[in-house]
């Protein structure tokens, strides 16, 4: 499948079955992670592999919806701001652009395995905090759920790239 074919079939999965996920397939994505591009190499985050089953109650109080806790496995990025980099002429601090790109590698790496995924940044976060265990330095950026869909991808709403593109050639 080509980059082109890959971003427009991939879609937030809202549904799942049971059937485990490959553990090559995982093997894959997580190395489509960790070869994410990030300020100065860094690399400022986490990524937490969770069994779902037998932990619903658990993740449900991250993100309380049924679809949330229906694949095999939920992924939690996590960023890392003292590893971060930061930009010196106003002390930006990117870690949380590093931790996006971490997720779209590995949203789009699991839509070419043909799994599906759904990012969530609605969750509670002193609920993945505790339910994670996370150390101090670890904070809990995103999560998805991981797993084989049973919904289908309805059309995509997007705004045209004539609302988003600036274009001063």
């Known amino acids: 499948?080509?980059?082109?074919?890959?971003?427009?079939?991939?879609?937030?999965?809202?549904?799942?079955?049971?059937?485990?996920?490959?553990?090559a397939a995982l093997g894959r994505i997580l190395e489509a992670v960790r070869l994410a591009p990030t300020a100065a190499n860094r690399q400022p985050f986490r990524v937490i592999v969770l069994p779902v089953e037998g932990?619903?109650?658990?993740?449900?109080?991250?993100?309380?919806?049924?679809?949330?806790?229906?694949?095999?496995?939920?992924?939690?990025?996590c960023t890392v701001p003292a590893e971060g980099?930061?930009?010196a002429y106003d002390r930006w601090p990117a870690a949380e652009v590093d931790a996006a790109i971490a997720m779209t590698h590995l949203l789009l790496a699991a839509a070419e395995e043909?799994?599906?995924?759904?990012?969530v940044a609605a969750f509670d976060p002193a609920a993945a905090r505790d339910v994670l265990d996370l150390p101090n330095g670890l904070v809990p950026f995103g999560f998805t759920p991981l797993g084989h869909p049973t919904d289908a991808p309805t059309p995509k709403r997007r705004r045209s790239t004539e609302d988003l593109v600036i274009d001063r050639r």
Not at 1 to 23: C, G, H, I, K, N
Request: hydrophobic share 45%.
């Open 85 to 87: 980099w930061v930009r």
């Open 114 to 119: 043909g799994l599906g995924t759904c990012w």
């Open 55 to 77: 932990h619903e109650g658990e993740l449900r109080r991250i993100y309380d919806r049924d679809w949330f806790v229906q694949a095999p496995l939920v992924l939690a990025v």
């Open 1 to 23: 499948m080509s980059f082109a074919e890959l971003v427009q079939a991939r879609y937030s999965v809202r549904a799942y079955d049971r059937t485990p996920v490959d553990e």
